[in-house]
């Protein structure tokens, strides 16, 4: 069935950037947009509250995705959440805002991606902030997104600062402003104590809009192309087949993993596998679903003697705090602390980051007694994976095989990050509130190899799925297929240094810009 009205702009994914994107592009009255979301809404109570994000995890707000078996890991399957709510990510995540390093966009620039250095993508960044500490050259106020700093600081994570620094790391107050190295206090996408991911900051207040259409359970099976050109999707709403027409454009912002899934269905991707599964082939292009990167972390935790830890979040007078002032341990993001760490002149090619619980197993297992955690991870991976289909049907979840370790040195890498992690743990700040190491039965080089293999796991920065310069171009237009454009951290070509959020919502605004020409 044919939606009677068709749109000026379909977009699939209510996520970080599809609700960017909607916001923006409705702003124009002249303009008609249709965002559709496979997700519900966000009216969950657990979203907003900050310390609560695990809470969300295999819920039915997540994607609950999994990997493949990694052979470099212990042949573990791996777990990957995914926001399946509008706002995506940005309702589920850590909150973290890092921008990632400014060589990074002037690396995008390099492979010739015109527009994308960093002198081109800061207005951007800055274009979304609203940051409590102020407008400078680095950081904007009035955007509709809050960037702020913790409101209550967990002594444990000041005590990190300060045995970090006792390791020799240098203090550095802002990671996104002229220098990334060091460690300090992370900044969140919190307003006073409450999550402010992109749907509340950006699709809320644009949703009362006539010209913005706003769908959620609706699910796009693919994108319907006549004549080498995307005039509209094809969905399931209500439990009814329904197809919604695009006037002027279709835009994919279904994430790294929904993005390039849901071209491979519409039959734009390498041919040979699409023509193998029985999908005909609309563009061959080869690099679709390839080029998947994503940061791999390890971490150590330890037992905490005489301090609680957020174990007691949910202790009464912590729930009456955070309901009357949105203060306490309820209104912290977890990952208060951190940083990052570089070799010499080159850019950090590590990061650093400090809960003041025992976060384990996704923060799923509830923390048997006070705790602390120091986790790294590896910004610059040299292992690249892949998303593919297991059949022509959409019902079928995807194949997702990030291929950690495959990189010749990645591993190795990881492992002199936990020993510095451990070295951090042992320094005088720390080590006299610590008790024994959790789980980890000691310290030299082969356990902790053994303890990466076993444990490490995703930072939840899947990108590059639907890089610029092979899949899109540097306008995010889709090679071989007119009227269709994708905008979501899989257009990224290499994985920024740092959380990958706050980038994608760059990519939104700066995408906003180019389709209004």
């Known amino acids: 069935m044919r939606d009677e009205a068709a749109h000026d702009y379909v977009i699939v994914g209510a996520g970080s950037a599809g609700c960017v994107l909607a916001a923006r592009l ?43 078996a990694q052979d470099r890991l212990d042949g573990r399957e791996l777990y990957w959440p995914a926001g399946k709510v509008l706002g995506g990510g940005s309702s589920i995540n850590a909150m973290v805002y890092i921008r990632g390093n400014a060589a990074d966009y002037d690396g995008w620039r390099a492979r010739g991606l015109d527009g994308w250095g960093h002198r081109d993508v800061l207005p951007y960044f800055r274009r979304s902030e609203d940051n409590t500490r102020g407008a400078d050259a680095h950081h904007g106020t009035g955007g509709p997104l809050a960037v702020s700093d913790l409101r209550d600081r967990h002594p444990l994570s000041e005590a990190f600062l300060a045995a970090a620094e006792a390791a020799g790391l240098a203090a550095n107050p802002d990671f996104n402003g002229p220098r990334q190295e060091g460690v300090g206090f992370y900044q969140a996408t919190v307003r006073r104590g409450r999550r402010d991911g992109t749907a509340r900051a950006f699709l809320r207040p644009a949703a009362r809009r006539r010209n913005l259409t706003v769908r959620t359970r609706a699910t796009v099976r693919r994108v319907v192309v006549e004549h080498g050109r995307a005039v509209g999707v094809s969905a399931e709403l209500d439990g009814r087949a329904r197809e919604f027409r695009a006037r002027r454009e279709v835009i994919l912002a279904a994430g790294a993993i929904g993005s390039p899934r849901l071209l491979l269905l519409s039959g734009i991707g390498p041919a040979a596998e699409l023509a193998a599964l029985g999908i005909p082939v609309v563009a061959d292009s080869p690099q679709v679903g390839r080029n998947l990167q994503d940061h791999l972390t390890i971490g150590a935790g330890w037992e905490v003697r005489g301090i609680r830890t957020l174990e007691s979040a949910l202790r009464p007078a912590n729930v009456l705090r955070y309901a009357g002032a949105r203060r306490g341990p309820l209104a912290s993001h977890v990952v208060e602390a951190g940083g990052f760490v570089a070799a010499g002149d080159a850019p950090p090619h590590l990061q650093l980051h400090a809960a003041p619980v025992l ?17 790294v991870s590896l910004l610059t991976p040299e292992s690249r994976g892949k ?54 039965a000691g310290t030299d080089r082969g356990t902790l190899e053994r303890w990466t293999r076993a444990r490490a796991d995703t930072l939840y920065h899947p990108v590059g799925t639907c890089a610029m310069g092979t899949v899109v171009d540097a306008a995010l237009r889709v090679t071989g297929v007119d009227g269709l454009r994708v905008c979501d951290a899989s257009v990224m070509p290499v994985i920024p240094r740092g959380n990958t959020n706050a980038p994608t919502i760059m990519i939104a605004e700066r995408a906003a810009d180019l389709i209004r020409g």
């Open 26 to 68: 409705g702003a124009d009255p002249g303009t008609s947009v249709l965002l559709l979301e496979a997700g519900r809404d966000d009216a969950v109570r657990a979203i907003s509250v900050p310390a609560a994000f695990s809470t969300l995890f295999r819920t039915e707000v997540d994607w609950d995705h999994r990997t493949r």
């Open 387 to 440: 998303i593919t289909l297991r059949s022509a049907d959409p019902a079928d979840a995807p194949v997702i095989d990030p291929c950690y370790g495959t990189g010749p040195t990645d591993l190795a890498r990881l492992v002199d990050g936990l020993e510095l992690v451990i070295g951090i743990g042992t320094a005088r700040p720390l080590n006299r509130h610590f008790g024994a190491l959790y789980a980890l």
């Open 359 to 375: 976060f384990d197993n996704h923060g799923l297992t509830p923390p048997p007694c006070p705790g602390f955690t120091i986790g």
